[in-house]
C-alpha cells in the first residue's frame, strides 16, 4: 500500500539548535516527495520539492532535504532552528493519481 | 509562480446548511483535487477530477459532497447538508499532467456550527 510515514510525532528542539525531521515512502524507483510547512489553523506551504537529479534539495527558509533511495527516506534538515520554525511539518509523495501525505511532525522551539 | 487560489479564507456555516468551497486551478493544468484535513489530523484524500469527472473518489466523500468545474475556470466543492463533523480545512489542488507535481491552495477553513 502506499504510505508516508513521520516516525516522530513531536520534537523540541532549542533555538540555533540543527533539526531533523524523519520522513520514509513506501512507493516508486523515482518517487516524488515534498515537504510542507503549516502554521496552526494556516494553509500548507511548500518548502521543497524532490523530482529527480541531485539528490540534495534546497528549500526556503533554509530547509534543506536529502533524498536517499536505499533507505527509502527524504529527511528534512535545518542548520540553525529559528522560534518560528515552530509549526507543523508533513511529508508527501506525489502517486500520480493520488497525493498522499504523512501523518505529520509538531516542532516546538524553546527559547 | 502561479498559485491555486481558494475562497473564501475561512467559512462558517449553519449544520444542515449546503456549503461551497471555491478553488480557481492554474490556468494550464488538468487535473483537479480536493483534499480534507480535520483539525489535528493528517491531510486525507477527497476527490480528483479530470475532464469533466471524476476520475477517483475516497470513503469520504458520500453523497452529501459533488464537485463541479462550472466555467473552465473555477472548481468547486459542494456540501449539501453539513454536519458537524465537516467542519475542517479543505484544501484544492491542481496539477498540469498526470506526472508533474500538484500545486495545492492554502485552504479553506469551515466551521460548521
Given at each position: 500500500a502506499?504510505?508516508?510515514?513521520?516516525?516522530d510525532?513531536?520534537?523540541?528542539?532549542?533555538?540555533?539548535?540543527?533539526?531533523?525531521?524523519r520522513?520514509?515512502?513506501?512507493y516508486?524507483?523515482?518517487?516524488y516527495?515534498f515537504w510542507?510547512?503549516?502554521?496552526p489553523?494556516?494553509?500548507l506551504?511548500?518548502?521543497?520539492?524532490?523530482?529527480?537529479?541531485?539528490?540534495?534539495?534546497?528549500?526556503?527558509?533554509?530547509?534543506?532535504a536529502?533524498f536517499?533511495?536505499?533507505q527509502s527516506?527524504?529527511?528534512?534538515?535545518?542548520p540553525?532552528v529559528?522560534?518560528?520554525?515552530?509549526?507543523?511539518?508533513?511529508?508527501?509523495?506525489?502517486?500520480?493519481?493520488?497525493?498522499?501525505?504523512?501523518?505529520?511532525?509538531r516542532?516546538?522551539?524553546?527559547? | 509562480?502561479?498559485?491555486v487560489?481558494q475562497?473564501?479564507?475561512?467559512?462558517v456555516?449553519?449544520?444542515?446548511?449546503?456549503?461551497?468551497l471555491?478553488?480557481v486551478?492554474i490556468?494550464?493544468?488538468?487535473?483537479?483535487?480536493w483534499?480534507?484535513?480535520?483539525?489535528?489530523q493528517?491531510?486525507?484524500f477527497?476527490?480528483?477530477?479530470?475532464n469533466?469527472e471524476?476520475?477517483?473518489?475516497?470513503?469520504?466523500?458520500?453523497?452529501?459532497?459533488s464537485?463541479e468545474?462550472?466555467?473552465?475556470?473555477?472548481?468547486?466543492?459542494k456540501i449539501r447538508?453539513?454536519?458537524?463533523?465537516d467542519?475542517?480545512?479543505?484544501?484544492?489542488?491542481?496539477k498540469?499532467d498526470f506526472?508533474?507535481?500538484?500545486t495545492?491552495?492554502?485552504g479553506?477553513?469551515?466551521?460548521?456550527?
Amino acid at each position: 500500500a502506499q504510505s508516508v510515514t513521520q516516525p516522530d510525532i513531536h520534537i523540541t528542539v532549542s533555538e540555533g539548535a540543527s533539526l531533523e525531521l524523519r520522513c520514509n515512502y513506501s512507493y516508486g524507483a523515482t518517487p516524488y516527495l515534498f515537504w510542507y510547512v503549516q502554521s496552526p489553523g494556516q494553509g500548507l506551504q511548500l518548502l521543497l520539492k524532490y523530482f529527480s537529479g541531485d539528490t540534495l534539495v534546497q528549500g526556503i527558509k533554509g530547509f534543506e532535504a536529502e533524498f536517499k533511495r536505499s533507505q527509502s527516506s527524504f529527511n528534512l534538515r535545518k542548520p540553525s532552528v529559528h522560534w518560528s520554525d515552530a509549526a507543523e511539518y508533513f511529508c508527501a509523495e506525489d502517486y500520480g493519481q493520488n497525493f498522499v501525505f504523512g501523518p505529520g511532525t509538531r516542532l516546538s522551539v524553546l527559547p | 509562480e502561479p498559485e491555486v487560489t481558494q475562497t473564501p479564507s475561512h467559512q462558517v456555516t449553519q449544520m444542515g446548511q449546503e456549503v461551497i468551497l471555491r478553488c480557481v486551478p492554474i490556468s494550464n493544468h488538468l487535473y483537479f483535487y480536493w483534499y480534507r484535513q480535520i483539525l489535528g489530523q493528517k491531510v486525507e484524500f477527497l476527490v480528483s477530477f479530470y475532464n469533466n469527472e471524476i476520475s477517483e473518489k475516497s470513503e469520504i466523500f458520500d453523497d452529501q459532497f459533488s464537485v463541479e468545474r462550472p466555467d473552465g475556470s473555477n472548481f468547486t466543492l459542494k456540501i449539501r447538508s453539513t454536519k458537524l463533523e465537516d467542519s475542517a480545512m479543505y484544501f484544492c489542488a491542481s496539477k498540469r499532467d498526470f506526472n508533474y507535481g500538484y500545486t495545492f491552495g492554502s485552504g479553506t477553513r469551515l466551521t460548521v456550527v
